[in-house]
């Protein structure tokens, strides 16, 4: 964890400043120690680089959500793979299609802070980072260590950065307003607080910020066709519909589409601008 990543920092849960207790450092590099909040009396760990501000704690988590924390880590070392032939079974090549239908949408320029919510392997990572270039800012959180460990080794491997965090969507530790994009694809289905989660991600984008979401969910009708139904039986997932009427208010441009041969839904938006006195207030 890089020392400048503090100041972007809250406690997850009452969003009280963060002090860094150090025990072991490389240059401005954080290896291991603490983050304290004094507000509530909380302390965070520092492991390996990787700052764990997962609140509540895993055992305390909604049950789905602990159900599928554990089977991320099940399958970490393996997901990738899995996908890509997923994808390439139905003529997609994944890359590409993640450039165009989850990261073209941000609308991504050189110097942008960009959070990636529910992180997993970090497929998307690289695509973001070669958007925003060095002198833009990406951070990624997951809630599961063995998907966060793929990430940081795929990012390193390419000589690319960003900051990791272990995190729950639902009780973000980021300050208001920080983001210039957002985005969060392959989760939302399976978080025990969705409209809690869908909140937390408009507060800590900025006023104008373009939010892309998204996860499994086939297109209206597709769940009729021979293919739909044995799809649902194969994973139950395919039945969700997209939230829409969970999204917060203070949002605009709302678009909702399906993707990849119709099997995943993605909702876009921006963050409204303030208005009047609020808009004064942000300057």
């Not at 989850?102 to 529910?118: C, D, F, Q």
Request: net charge positive; glycine share 10%; aromatic share 8%.
């Amino acid at each position: 964890m890089n020392k400048e990543v503090l100041d972007h920092l809250c406690c997850p849960a009452c969003k009280g400043e963060l002090e860094l207790r150090p025990e072991e450092q490389e240059g401005r590099s954080v290896l291991s120690g603490k983050l304290f909040c004094g507000r509530c009396d909380r302390d965070y760990e520092i492991a390996y680089g990787l700052p764990n501000l997962v609140y509540p704690e895993p055992e305390k988590l909604p049950e789905i959500d602990r159900q599928f924390l554990d089977q991320y880590q099940r399958v970490a070392a393996s997901y990738d793979r899995t996908l890509r032939l997923m994808m390439l079974a139905g003529a997609l090549w994944e890359p590409r299609a993640r450039c165009r239908d989850l990261v073209a949408p941000l609308g991504l320029k050189p110097g942008h802070r960009v959070l990636e919510v529910g992180a997993g392997t970090g497929s998307n990572l690289p695509l973001i980072a070669k958007q925003i270039g060095k002198e833009g800012q990406l951070l990624a959180m997951d809630l599961s260590p063995g998907m966060l460990a793929v990430a940081r080794e795929k990012m390193a491997r390419r000589g690319l950065p960003a900051e990791f965090g272990l995190g729950n969507a639902g009780y973000l530790p980021y300050r208001d307003g920080l983001f210039d994009a957002i985005l969060h694809f392959g989760g939302i289905n399976t978080f025990g607080e969705k409209e809690r989660a869908l909140a937390e991600i408009v507060r800590v984008a900025r006023p104008g910020a373009r939010i892309v979401i998204g996860d499994e969910g086939l297109t209206p009708g597709k769940e009729n066709t021979r293919f739909g139904r044995w799809l649902l039986k194969q994973n139950s997932l395919y039945a969700n519909k997209p939230p829409m009427d969970l999204l917060p208010d203070g949002i605009a441009d709302v678009d909702l589409r399906w993707i990849w041969r119709g099997l995943f839904y993605v909702i876009s938006f921006r963050k409204a601008r303030p208005t009047g006195k609020e808009a004064v207030a942000w300057g």
